[in-house]
Every structure is written in structure tokens, then in C-alpha cells.
């Protein structure tokens, strides 16, 4: 991996959209709770706190779909927040992407071969990222090994790599929006934050009239 660029850094603010029940939405927007990170082994973006970017209509309709799937009866809300993506894996770039070939690399030759790689789901599963989701993890270890007193000590001309604040990322899902789209139903953009302190705030969402 080379040197974090400047681009990597995203300059604006963000904002997301986090469905949860109505009970865990009141704590946070009170200030007495914060949104909890998911550490799944199927999170597509990796660890972190997951919202939906400018999409509070999705975010609703996918906790609604997941406490269904679950069998829970709560009333579902959702959760606004003011994001400071900071340093980015951007995965709608370049350079992000690049880093993902890096991981996959590393992954593959700490597990001893692709049939030990844990797979990504498909058809209903899609929303399975066990793949995806470890390499991604593993492009952040990379990043911290660089960061430990044994490595700078052995590489003392490269400058260790900061921690990624946020991860980005577009999913498509939910077959085509007409007869042949390559448009899908539910395509969506997430951002996934891994540094708390990314999050500016929180509030309420106005509903549309």
C-alpha cells in the first residue's frame, strides 16, 4: 500500500440515514446512547455504524424488511446523522479499489488458498458479504500493522498510514426497475463509519408532506 492521497480525504459533509427501533432512536437523539458499530462477518463495508447516504426512505423500508425477517414487533424509526467522512476508503474510486486487490492478496495468502476464503452470498443472499466483508477488514490491519513500533523500526523511510475514519460504497440490489434496466430497484449508497468521532451529530428527520 502506498501513502494515504489527499483525495482520500472527502471534504464535505455527508448525510446518513440509520433505521433501529423507535426506543434506540430516542436514546440517541437525546443524547444518552450512541448508534452501536455492527461487527457482522457479513457486513459488505466491514465493521462500523452502517446509515444510508440521503436516503431516509430506504433506511426505513430495510428496518422494516430486517425486523420482519427477524420476527420483531417494535416500532422502527430512523436516526439522521451529520457525517465528516474524513479519511475515506471510497470504493467508488480508483485508488479505493486498488487497495481492496491489496487486501484480497493478503487475505488469500493468510488463509493458505481461495478455498479457504469465506464467500460472498447470492440470489436471496446477496446481502451475504462474508468475503467482502474480510478483505476489507484485512485492508485495515494492513493499514495498522504500519502503525506498530516493529514495522516503522524496519521500514523507518515510509510513513505509517493513518486509520480510515468512514468506508463508501454503491450495492445494487433489487432486480431491474423495468424491463430491461440495468437500473436496479434498491441501488443504494452506504457509508460505513469506523471513527465515531466522524459523526457530528444527530436528528430527527422531517417527514415528507
Known sequence: MTASS??????????GFHGTDQKTAEKVLSGKSHLTVSENDY????????????SPLRAEQFVREKFKWQGRKEKVAVV????????????????GLSYL??????LLTARGGVEFLPKNGEGKELWMRKLDCAVINTVHELRAV???????EANPEIAPLQSYDTVR???????PIYPGARIE???????CVRNSA????YFRPIPDS
Open 6 to 15: 489527499r483525495y482520500e480525504l472527502l471534504p464535505s459533509f455527508l448525510i
Open 43 to 54: 457486513d459488505w463495508l466491514g465493521h462500523g455504524i452502517y446509515f444510508w447516504e440521503y
Open 80 to 95: 439522521g446523522a451529520i457525517i465528516d467522512p474524513g479519511l475515506c476508503l471510497n470504493l467508488l474510486d480508483a485508488r
Open 101 to 106: 486487490e491489496v487486501g484480497y492478496d493478503a
Open 146 to 152: 504500519t502503525r506498530t513500533v516493529e514495522w516503522q
Open 169 to 175: 460504497g454503491a450495492f445494487w440490489e433489487g432486480g
Open 185 to 191: 430497484r434498491k441501488n443504494h449508497v452506504q457509508i
Open 198 to 201: 466522524s459523526i457530528i451529530g
